[in-house]
């Protein structure tokens, strides 16, 4: 990086951090402190709500997933629209009408007090480990571009951000990530218009996409009902539609979002805000990959875009097989390439035989040069078992550092760790909102006065942001990080989404009956996680529908035995 990358790197994030700082310096109330002014309108809720859900891990590993997989993964993202309406309906004034600080304390006012821990537990263990990954991410960007350790890097990244989240609180989270949306959308969408500039001259959009789409990167849809299959139509609208109204409607790192609207109104906004645009911006994510993709067809790639698994090769008594992988993988790649210019040729020419003829061949050297990279990352690994050749996270900063310019390295650079920022700061707001309102003060001291629970709330936000660092340093070993996260949320969201559709909608059941639900629904979801192969995407669905089918059953069984369900209140 030269020194304007680092002029904008350091004076984008350093200027929004202090701003921040500056316009909530005079708010020290718990109100404050963890819900916001309460005046927020419905733009600043849909960008803080968006900012919050796509963290670095989005801008970073999302075009690598694009660009190994193609569009098929924006699939995940077709419940998102219904989730976002069914939570502006039902949760959103419920949450309001309750004045609750976390959605946790709904739990414990229709239920009872163990089933309200139940679900603040279940949030915290999930988004305690979720927030390591979102400190990882920006941990792989330092780690390629200054060449710092890793974990040094982790760790360091880590803290930056527990200081920032712990100085501003709530409001010091919405008020800045306006501002870090918007550094993000000038970086991405820089990045593609320069990725766009740098494809051959020769080659038209109907080439560039007749081209991914003869490489099967187009499918964005797959209607196969093979529940085996990670991503399909399918999964994603049911599977994906619990994830993300567990996500959005359960998630204390959401709801502290939009419950601090001004009005009921503002907040329905700001969620339709996101129905509308949040899967046309991950398709556009997930096409920049696509179009990497499409420019290293005709561009050397390397064999290895982590830097740090060709370094290894080529140091560990691997050198000449390292050196024998790279040339046979460059030869492949040109034979690639001219076929792809024959095929461009004979394309233009209205030479359909000849097109699909040389389409082929380029299809058959490409498919060579990846076996090629499977057999060099099996080397890796047997030489080194704990490093990973998984290349998808690095994609995108490899064709950034080698092919843009100065100053937008910076941007892009500035983009990821606003996107982390964002993120980063409302996940450990949120962890130590809830510890605090949830367990502190409804267990540990319940006659703590506001301006103890607001030094109680920085400090759980520290400890919670440790926990992150911690947890990030053993990051590496998961598959591709999107993936990772996703999954992660799946796990558990589906037993949590359970507990509120009861509360919601069942108004019979009571705490005993979901609580134990609950808890035997988690634990059928975790046996198919670490014994089947079904699509994680189902596991939402799964852990949802067994906590209220299981609920409906246990207190039927209690109702039977003489332990009526006692009196609920109004919602």
């Known amino acids: 990086m030269s020194a304007l990358d680092f002029v904008v790197l350091i004076g984008s994030m350093l200027g929004i951090a202090i701003y921040g700082i500056w316009r909530t310096r005079d708010r020290r109330s718990l109100n404050a402190y963890l819900h916001g002014d309460g005046q927020t309108p419905w733009f600043a809720i849909g960008l803080s709500v968006m900012a919050t859900q796509a963290s670095a891990i989005t801008f970073l590993s999302t075009p690598g997933q694009g660009y190994l997989g193609g569009l098929g993964f924006v699939q995940i993202y077709f419940g998102v629209p219904i989730a976002l309406i069914i ?38 263990v999930q988004r305690g480990l979720g927030a390591g990954l979102t400190i990882y991410a920006p941990a792989i960007v330092l780690t390629t571009v200054f060449g710092w350790p890793l974990d040094l890097t982790i760790i360091c990244s880590g803290l930056l951000v527990i200081i920032y989240t712990v100085a501003g609180g709530s409001d010091a989270v919405t008020v800045t990530q306006k501002y870090q949306i918007g550094i993000i959308f000038a970086g991405m969408v820089t990045a593609f218009c320069l990725l766009i500039a740098k494809l051959p001259s020769g080659l038209t959009f109907t080439d560039t996409f007749a081209l991914a789409g003869g490489f099967q990167k187009l499918n964005a849809v797959n209607f196969s009902t093979d529940i085996h299959e990670r991503y399909t139509f399918w999964s994603g609208l049911l599977g994906g539609t619990f994830l993300m109204l567990s996500y959005f409607g359960t998630d204390q790192s959401q709801v502290q979002r939009y419950i601090s609207g001004s009005s009921l109104r503002e907040g329905r906004l700001g969620l339709m805000f996101n129905a ?14 696509v179009l990497i993709f499409v420019f ?23 050198g000449e097989q390292w050196q024998a992988f790279e040339n046979n993988f460059q030869k492949l790649h040109n034979q690639t390439r001219q076929q792809l210019e024959n095929w461009l040729n004979a394309r233009h020419s209205g030479d ?22 499977e057999k ?28 843009l310019p100065h100053g937008v390295i910076g941007l892009l650079v500035a983009a990821f760790f606003a996107a982390a920022l964002s993120s980063k700061s409302a996940e450990l707001n949120a962890l130590g909102s809830s510890t605090t309102i949830d367990f502190y003060r409804h267990l540990i001291k319940r006659d703590a006065t506001d301006a103890a629970c607001v030094a109680a709330s920085k400090w759980f936000t520290a400890f919670w942001g440790l926990v ?24 558990f969201y589906g037993v949590m989404l359970g507990l509120f559709v009861v509360a919601f909608f069942v108004r019979r059941v009571g705490g005993t009956a979901v609580f134990w639900a609950a808890v035997a629904a988690q634990s059928l979801v975790f046996a198919l ?13 799964i852990g949802c529908a067994t906590c209220v089918l299981l609920s409906l059953i ?18």
Do not use: C
Not at 90 to 115: H, S
């Open 87 to 124: 939570i502006a309906v039902f949760f959103l004034p419920i949450f309001r009408r309750l004045n609750v600080y976390t959605a946790y304390e709904f739990l414990g006012r229709r239920f009872d007090a163990k089933t309200r821990l139940l679900g603040a537990a279940l949030f915290l």
């Open 276 to 289: 509308v645009f949040k899967i046309p911006m991950q398709f556009s994510i997930l096409l920049l990959g």
């Open 296 to 318: 290293y067809q005709f561009e050397p790639p390397p064999l290895f875009f982590n830097p740090a698994s060709s370094q290894y090769l080529a140091e560990h008594n691997s």
């Open 352 to 373: 359909e035989s000849g097109a699909k003829s040389a389409f082929a061949a380029a299809s058959a050297a490409h498919q060579q040069g990846e076996q090629l990279r």
């Open 376 to 403: 060099a990352a099996k080397t890796l690994q047997a030489a080194n078992p704990g490093t990973t050749a998984n290349d998808a996270d690095y994609v995108f900063i490899t064709f950034i550092l080698r092919q």
């Open 468 to 491: 992150a660092i911690v947890f990030a340093l053993y990051a590496h070993l998961v598959e591709n990080l999107i993936q990772a996260v996703n999954i992660l949320g799946s796990i």
């Open 529 to 541: 996680y670490f014994n089947l192969t079904i699509s994680y995407l189902w596991y939402p669905l």
């Open 554 to 571: 246990i207190q039927t069984a209690l109702d039977s035995n003489g332990k009526p369900t006692p009196a609920l209140p109004a919602l």
